[in-house]
């Protein structure tokens, strides 16, 4: 089995394969407390045992992450207690994907998991949009070159921020409102946060391919709230929640020859 683990600035999402490289199952926990290695290994524990997986299986781990300081506590799991040695995912290791970004080390973890998982679905081109603490768009051409992308602020920030910088504005539950024209407080919010985000979304690839002069392309989207986006953007074809899982298992064959 391969251990996959995705630390996100919100949530971090732990995933294991089986042989036949299909997902048997996932977690989340969050990535905003502070966590030991002892501490991380016990949830971890305990979530494998609950769910009848045998860690003495686990012959390999991937770690996907934008969180530096969690990076350093799962790579001390992975040594510590499952005496592996995980595939840290960045530019360094071998993606099958060129890069073109001023400074390819830059480029995160998680983006690049999504464009190598999905151009092995659906080709190129192609842009994926992450909808997580921030909302990404990555552009991959039809000969898998990662063109680079954008970065907005994510659905669940701008909720946040709402809130924190105007006193009076309550926090809303992130669901559309039946109109776009809110006639409540809450309704105007949830119009401006999700109308919003799909305007955003569907005017941005807009923007991307007249940039790019693309007739045919394929737009896939992933993340916590992308099944809310993805019904009601006139661009979104695909919905893959597990896209950056399927990237770091991809990542780990391809890294492992012999696997």
């Not at 905003?32 to 979530?47: P, R, V």
């Not at 151009?119 to 909808?131: C, H, T």
């Not at 409102?177 to 809450?186: A, D, F, K, R």
């Amino acid at each position: 089995m391969i251990l996959v683990i995705d630390i996100g600035n919100t949530e971090t999402v732990i995933g294991v394969f089986n042989n036949e490289k299909q997902l048997i199952n996932h977690w989340r926990l969050s990535s905003k407390t502070s966590k030991t290695a002892d501490e991380c290994w016990f949830l971890l524990l305990t979530w494998c045992d609950s769910n009848r997986i045998d860690t003495t299986q686990v012959q390999g781990i991937v770690i996907s992450s934008v969180v530096p300081s969690l990076t350093s506590v799962f790579r001390e799991v992975s040594k510590k207690y499952f005496k592996i040695d995980p595939l840290v995912v960045s530019s360094d290791i071998q993606t099958g994907l060129e890069i073109q970004y001023d400074s390819p080390r830059t480029v995160g973890a998680d983006r690049i998991c999504n464009a190598i998982a999905g151009y092995e679905k659906y080709g190129g081109p192609l842009i994926v949009v992450d909808f997580g603490t921030a909302t990404t768009f990555d552009i991959i051409s039809e000969e898998k070159v990662y063109l680079g992308g954008v970065i907005a602020l994510g659905v669940q920030g701008a909720s946040h921020e709402l809130h924190r910088l105007a006193a009076k504005l309550p926090r809303v539950e992130l669901v559309f409102p039946t109109n776009v024209i809110g006639q409540t407080t809450e309704a105007s919010i949830q119009s401006g946060i999700l109308w919003g985000t799909v305007a955003l979304v569907d005017g941005m690839i807009d923007r991307i391919k007249n940039e790019m002069g693309w007739e045919k392309f394929t737009v896939i989207a992933t993340g916590g709230i992308g099944h809310l986006i993805v019904d009601q953007s006139k661009h979104i074809q695909k919905f893959e929640p597990f896209l950056t899982l399927e990237g770091m298992k991809i990542l780990y064959h391809k890294n492992n020859q012999s696997s």
